[in-house]
């Protein structure tokens, strides 16, 4: 059976992988595939392995559901998902912190945790990288954060930020949030499920 080292690792390089098939299309530049490239050179190697004790949330209930959605994605959201599923449950699920305004469903409807972070597998100086996981019909409360950010999307479903209001990526799909950007996501009939990467300024 692989270590956790060892899974930590296969699941970053497919994550590295989803989203630079994502970006690295020819007629791509600017800070969508600039900051993906330099996530992945910072990650590369430089994660120190943690132990955290694993914890589920009612959510969870949903994951099965999302995995088998993101199996049927193209190629590299399925290598990313089997990566993710041999982490899966070594991960402690958290809830965000609550918010003023959130949507009612939102609470008892989401699951967060963290990959390489505070509550993580791994540690980075730099980088943080983390799972999101909503039950169908919920919306993520709009937030922001100064660290830019990068979510690899896994499932069908909503995304938001101020200056482009709501769209839908599709799963495979890598989402950029600039510094600061005030942004959302929503879940439609299916659970949304999405892997996202902070990078501190
Ligand atoms: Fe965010």
Request: overall charge negative.
């Amino acid at each position: 059976m692989a270590t956790h080292d060892q899974q930590l690792t296969e699941f970053i390089r497919a994550l590295e992988a989803a989203a630079k098939a994502a970006t690295d299309v020819l007629d791509e530049s600017g800070k969508r595939k600039a900051t993906v490239r330099a996530v992945f050179a910072e990650l590369d190697g430089a994660w120190a392995k943690e132990s955290v004790e694993p914890a589920e949330l009612d959510a969870c209930r949903h994951l099965s559901a999302a995995l088998l959605n993101a199996e049927h994605g193209p190629e590299p959201v399925a290598n990313l998902t089997r990566a993710f599923e041999a982490l899966a449950p070594a991960l402690r699920w958290r809830l965000r912190p609550p918010d003023a305004g959130e949507d009612p469903g939102f609470r008892g409807g989401h699951a967060n945790a963290d990959i390489i972070g505070p509550a993580g597998l791994g540690r980075h100086e730099d980088i943080v990288v983390g799972v999101s996981l909503m039950a169908p019909g919920v919306t993520y409360p709009d937030h922001d954060h100064p660290p830019e950010e990068i979510y690899v999307v896994m499932s069908e479903g909503d995304w938001f930020n101020e200056s482009d209001g709501w769209y839908t990526p599709g799963i495979g799909q890598v989402v950029y949030h600039q510094s600061s950007i005030v942004h959302a996501m929503r879940s439609g009939t299916e659970p949304l499920l999405s892997v996202w990467c902070l990078k501190r300024p």
